[in-house]
């Protein structure tokens, strides 16, 4: 069976059907509208009832369905056309004001959002109710996964940091004056992989649970709560290419600041070289951190959903970035709006979290050493800075995967495969 968020064929990027005008007929696609094996024979002016039913009245504002007779057509209308519930489906319109009898096949709301375009109201609603809905997923796969990434990241911190103080208090030591540069080589080599260690679990445990959040919300949209083997049954088959995406978007995000770096060097190292004269270039230089920060947002705005496409739509990393831009294409304000608020309350969350997990850190930090700027203590204390940052994941990962489905329900009609996708959970 085919993932219902795969993205749809290029040449038809319509799922479900496209509204007509009035003027004519809408041809209902499979599985929608008019009931498979019904024809509209000779009907009374307009579009006509079904086959076999006779048209007493029926309630207004509702349309011929399975089992129900034909109402009285309106003038230039018959029954209604195939905008009618699908099977499976209530006609009563739900809480919210949508009925399934609208014309894009709309449900009220069968799992975390309603099957509409989304608000910033929605989007918000959505992240909350996933957390509080499936916390056992949302948070025990991200305290695991970072809890690994933090012991991971502080035993480098403290290697690297008892390598430097060896080195650093032979400085002081009448008899190790003579300390070889082979040592302190080692050392800043020593530092270097410790950098990279942290650069690199931090990346993959990031990727690892940006999947396993995306696949656990997408699933929640219709109504279905993954397990724990599920959601890592779903996100463990794409870690491949979540990691190739993870890494072509970082490297794309990160060249504009390379460039902006080589840049400010090379004007200074002309300055430097006796070229007065140049004083202009280095001034041009540091101002064009301005369009670099700029360009750095439009890549990772653009970029944004590559690692949800790559495990929802089972895409390659190439085909993810690919995938993404051409999502945002046209909706590229309200999608940065949007990440940019989201960004303002998760670092407002963020910095209180920090100021309680930052005194909880520097406590077990002097209970163990009485220097808390020593190896250890700076171990300790970045340890719970990293794993107190991961109780704010769950949200972003599941806000950005709620803006995802809500560019694909306003680009692509996605409202109706969900709700389809929702009515087989039933």
Known sequence: MSSPWTSPDPSAPYQGWTPQPESGAPTPQQGYGAQQGYTAPQAPQGYGAQQGYTAPQAPQGYGAQQGYAAPQAAQGYGAQPSYGAQPGYNAQPGASGYSTTNRWGWQSKPGIIPLRPLTIGDLFSGAFEAIRSNPKVLFGFTVVIMLLVSLITSVSILLSGLGYESVANTDYDPQALQQSL???????????????????????????????????????????????????????????????????????????????????????????????????????????????????????????????????????????????????????????????????????????????????????????????SSPIGSAIAMFFVMLGSSLLLPFSASFETLMYTDLRIRKENFASVLAQASAQQQ
């Open 182 to 372: 082979t040592d302190r080589t080692n050392v800043l080599l020593l530092k270097m992989i410790s950098n990279m260690v942290q650069w690199i679990v931090t990346f993959a445990g990031t990727s690892i649970l940006t999947g396993l959040l995306a696949s656990t919300v997408s699933q929640m949209t219709v109504g279905r709560k993954l397990t724990l083997s599920e959601a890592w049954s779903m996100t463990r088959r794409r870690l491949g290419s979540l990691l190739g995406s993870f890494a072509l978007t970082a490297v794309i995000t990160m060249i504009p600041v390379v460039l902006w770096i080589v840049a400010v060097f090379a004007s200074l190292a002309a300055l430097m070289g006796g070229n007065d004269d140049l004083w202009w270039l280095v001034l041009v230089a540091f101002a064009a951190i301005i369009p670099v920060f700029i360009l750095v947002y439009f890549f990772q705005i653009k970029l944004l959903f590559a690692p949800i496409c790559t495990v929802l739509e089972e895409i390659g990393p190439v085909a993810s970035l690919k995938r993404s831009w051409s999502l945002v294409k046209g909706e590229f304000w309200p999608t940065l709006g949007r990440f940019l608020l989201m960004n303002l309350i998760v670092g407002f969350i963020g910095g209180f979290i920090g100021f309680v997990i930052g005194l909880i850190g520097g406590l077990a930090s002097v209970a163990v050493t009485s220097d808390p």
